[in-house]
């Protein structure tokens, strides 16, 4: 049995009141982090079925790893819970956005920063050198 209902038709998908997500072949939807307070981008990750469900029921984020395959409740080890003050899913609720605030040290990136996206990729001119390619620089 499905945790969530499957929608009838695009109709009931893009404008019904039902929360029907649309899972990938592996059984995921994409699920965008951003910080409540700032709107900085913090994390990309993915859910599966029990932890988008999970993540509504206790109000804190849940992911899938799928590094790992398993449930993430994160923050469970590092401190950084994060408690969800708003989630919106897409116009055709393949993703999830969660608006967080983040216990701990505020971090969310594995390496120890705040962001996942602390690299910056030059665009245009300022990507090509001489010689090509321009590498990646840190924010």
């Not at 499957?6 to 592996?26: H, I, M």
């Not at 059984?27 to 990309?44: F, H, I, N, S």
């Not at 990750?45 to 899938?64: C, D, F, K, P, V």
């Not at 590092?78 to 393949?94: A, F, K, P, Y």
């Amino acid at each position: 049995m499905s945790l969530f209902p499957v929608a009838t038709d695009k109709q009931a998908l893009e404008e019904g009141d039902a929360l029907s997500p649309r899972f990938d072949a592996n059984g995921l939807v994409t699920c965008v982090t951003t910080d409540a307070a700032t709107g900085e981008l913090l994390m990309v990750a993915h859910m599966n079925a029990e932890a988008l469900q999970r993540s509504i029921e206790t109000g804190e984020a849940w992911y899938w790893s799928r590094s790992r395959k398993e449930l993430w409740h994160k923050g469970a080890t590092s401190g950084q819970i994060q408690t969800i003050v708003e989630m919106r899913v897409d116009c055709d609720q393949d993703a999830v956005w969660l608006k967080v605030n983040v216990a701990g040290d505020g971090g969310c990136c594995h390496t120890g920063r705040h962001s996942c996206f602390y690299r910056r990729q030059p665009l245009g001119r300022d990507a090509q050198r001489d010689t090509g390619f321009r590498p990646l620089a840190f924010a």
